[in-house]
């Protein structure tokens, strides 16, 4: 018989756990078994699209835990917290994944690392943008050699801001007071665009470089008026090969979910042989080589269970005993994050870094 993957959600600080949560509900082969947060308020939503009952609804973990067993986590509090409750549940030796960022420094994804070894569970981190179709197919085409040994990414990512929407992409209008409420606008929580954005670009751009990291960093930064956290970055990493480019923005005119801003959200590969131009949610990507230098449309790949999104991806990773591979391994993410720490270091002593240990 199949076996049936009893999932928990567990902490709502980042919306997109009720993104992941639709997933485990969607899965044939899962169910949600419990959800958990300090304030039930957050879990009304989940709680009503999901069916749960009010006795599959916890607000401390270890009675979660216990009374459910489940047999994976997912775990979405604000970044500076990832640490923190990855060491409060790792106990339990369930497999846990983490919506991004890794952390907010190498040294709190070392402490994940380490807090998951010891319980001998899997830990996964996950990027949302590596299942976007057209990505997913410039990593392949990539990886083939269409466009031959690859030497510079540049990647542009963002949104209008983070508290525009909700869920399911709900759109919403903030406040100033919400975002002075928000962890997101908080220093102390790893608020600010360049660690909720700049994680995507590094550590996507690992996987398409096949794990190679950067010799050192530059990073500049912005923010308006009155805030405590950047809402713009532009990092420069330098490579043994060339330079890679990655920019953050809260802010851009419109979302790419909704209405592709300019610049577009996405990433420009170059290669030795070509280029690849391959934007979020786009259904093509665009390729140039050297027998078409004029460029040609690609559509993007269907993607096909069980690579179509993390839950069915971890679910078939632990149903098979097969490690955690790509933007969502631990070691991929964590050169990610090195690359962030030394970003985030670079602007605020205003020079160029080597890449952090």
Partial sequence: MTKRWKIAGINFDHFHMG????????????????????????????????NLRDDQLFTDPAACLDATRPDLLILCPAAARHAEWVERVAPWGIPVMVEKPFAASVAEADRMIAAMAASNAPLAINWPICWVPA???????????????????????????PLYHG??????EPSTADKAASWFYKASEGGGSLLDYLGYGATIATWFLNGIAPLEVTCVTAASEGLEVDEHSITIA?????????????GTFTDPWTHQPQPKCGFILKGSEGTIASYDYEPSIRVQT??????????????????????????????????IEGPLSTTTSRTGQRIVD????????KKTLPLVP
């Fill in 238 to 250: 330098r490579y043994p090969f060339g330079l890679c480019r990655f920019e953050t923005r809260w």
């Fill in 342 to 349: 030394t970003a985030f270091l670079s602007a605020l002593q």
């Fill in 19 to 50: 993104d992941l949560l639709r997933m485990a509900h969607n899965h044939p082969d899962a169910e949600i078994t419990a959800i958990c947060d300090p304030d039930p308020a957050r879990m009304a939503d989940a709680q009503r699209n999901f």
């Fill in 290 to 323: 050297r027998s078409r230098p004029e460029g040609f449309d690609v559509p993007a790949d269907s993607l096909a269970a069980p690579f179509r999104n993390p839950v069915e991806y971890l679910i078939h990773c632990l149903s098979n005993h097969l490690p």
């Fill in 167 to 172: 869920a399911d992409k709900t759109e919403k």
């Fill in 135 to 161: 990505h997913a197919t410039a990593r392949r085409l990539a990886s083939e050699g269409l466009i031959g040994t690859l030497s510079e990414v540049h990647y542009y990512g963002g949104n209008r801001g």
